[in-house]
């Protein structure tokens, strides 16, 4: 299991190849040889909006569909949310586009033949598929749950042809009436998974993970922060995760993730859209004011 | 006709260009360095660092604005400790020109900041210059940012200057948040700054209004981006207009703010400044501290100019 921390990000004009509607999301494949040639799943690409002289400034970032290194073409999924990622939607097939990638450190793959359950909640499940073929390539058994609110917001419930997929939706409109863990204990007993991987909202990931932890099954996330360049430089997008050394830090989603192994990520600190640093964070307040504290006491001494 | 682009920052610091990263908005250097060699930028100015490591604010930390971003950071970074252990003996590796950006909660803190980075191996080596970052809060003055105030700017300036060998300079690095900064330019300077470097980050406010609540965690943020271009090119003008005059010490100033291309930075140094650094603009391009430098050099080879320092404040004569 390796990390791609340390290598060569590309910075490229990419020419729109094609640009489709797919349920609520917009699909979209660019040409950009140098990434699809590197990318790995879980990775992700991050674009800038509006052109050279846009007011909008901060990079988009989106999870890779897919890329094929041979056409030399890489696919994301874009959700209206905003005017930045409403102007990527409206892309047509010839215009340009600005692009960063591969950006992030990739799912972890195992290197021997390993029963795998894979989740992807709204867009998260755009890597899914990938990610399910790079598994399938090494011998291992993948069971596939996408889930989303409503069946407009599914992504990709035809593309799973050659992996057993199970769907929900919160409403009922497809599939189980329910969340995507509701499937997951049975799965992962009935497959004998030891490993799952998920994609989605922040409330799916962490219900994702306290399902896989009891059962020994170790689970890796994928998070989506809202990052300015995704890159690692500006610090916007972090989260508090617990290192090799047991000790927790604020650690950038960009670079550092955006996958994560679940076990590792603070939950508890991340709720209704804000994340906050817990007092045994590395350099928190009030772990620093400790410090002065002890040290005032100790000077007064 | 070649175009000579050496920055001249005093004290025999001559930069091979004047196209500078800016503090917090390349990290450290390896980021960028994946996309370019950092040892031919300008110089590259590091992350504020303060004494001991900082987890630095919740999120959200960032909220785009018009042309523009509010940030929140709180100043994350390894310390002054491990900094010099790590991040330092890899700049230098790579070999950059550093000028090292230095914060504290006190003006001792400060001063302690400084002796840990000049005891370093690789001080000497790497580091062209000192940015003391005096826009971040005094704690013992109820969190009242240093540069809003001469007396406490001075005191840090005084505290940190004898720590600091004279030919590695000292700039300063002001808020616009002031009523007069003039003010806190002169206060510095004669304090015993060797430069300034202007402007950080104006205060701002973004309101969520689906969720009706402030949408930073920390309620107020930076606001830097082109929007601010105009106030950075303002301050560095009424500054190095009361250099002129005599009215303050006369020193270099490093200009910073909104800078997106060649020609914003032609326009903040035709105001005073001897320098350029990038900010923002890096997290929508972030090949822009190199791409900068580059139209600046074709900007002034189209105009026939020879050489960039001979524009340093030129707009005052005219
Ligand atoms: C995300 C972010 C982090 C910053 N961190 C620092 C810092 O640590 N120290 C500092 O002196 N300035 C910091 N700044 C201010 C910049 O160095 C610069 O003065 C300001 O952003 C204006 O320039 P710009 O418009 O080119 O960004 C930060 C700015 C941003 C956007």
Redesign the pocket.
Known sequence: MTTTAGDRVHSVRAEVIAAAAAGDYRHLVFLAPEIAAAARPGQFVALAVGGDTSGLLLRRSFSIHRVDPGTGTVEIVVADAGPGTRWITRLVAGEAVEVLGPLGVPFPVPDEPTPCVLLGGGYGSAPMFWLAKVLQDKGCHVDLVLGAATQDRLFGADLADRVPLTVTTDDGSAGITGRVTDPLSDLLRTSGATLAYACGPMPMLRAVTQVCRPLGVSAYVAVEESM?CGIGV???CVLPVVGADGVTRMSRSCVEGPTFDGARVRWEAIADGRVAVPGDCLGSPASLAALNHAAAQGSSR | MTVDLTADLGHGVLLPNPVLT????AANGKELHRLDDIAKIGAFVT??VKRDPQSGRGTPR?AETPS??L?S?G?QGPGIHAFVEHDLPWLRSVGARAIV?I?GESSAEFAEVARALVAAPDFDATVAAI?V?I?CPNVANRGLVYACDPASSAEVLRLVVPEVPRSTPLFA?LTPDVTDITVIAEAALSAGAQGLTM???LLGIRIDTERMRPHLFGLTG?L???A??PV?VRAIWQVYAAMRAGRIPTAPIIG????RTGEDALELTLAGASAV?????IFNDPLSPWRVARELGDLLHARGIPRYDDLVGVAHDH
């Open positions: 300015a500006c610090m916007t | 800016a503090s917090g908005c992350k504020s960032m523009g971003m940030n950071i100043l950006s914060a940015e970052n826009s690095k402007i950080n980050t930076g830097s981006g082109p601010i271009r950075a910073v703010g909104g800078v650094q990038v900010g923002t603009a």
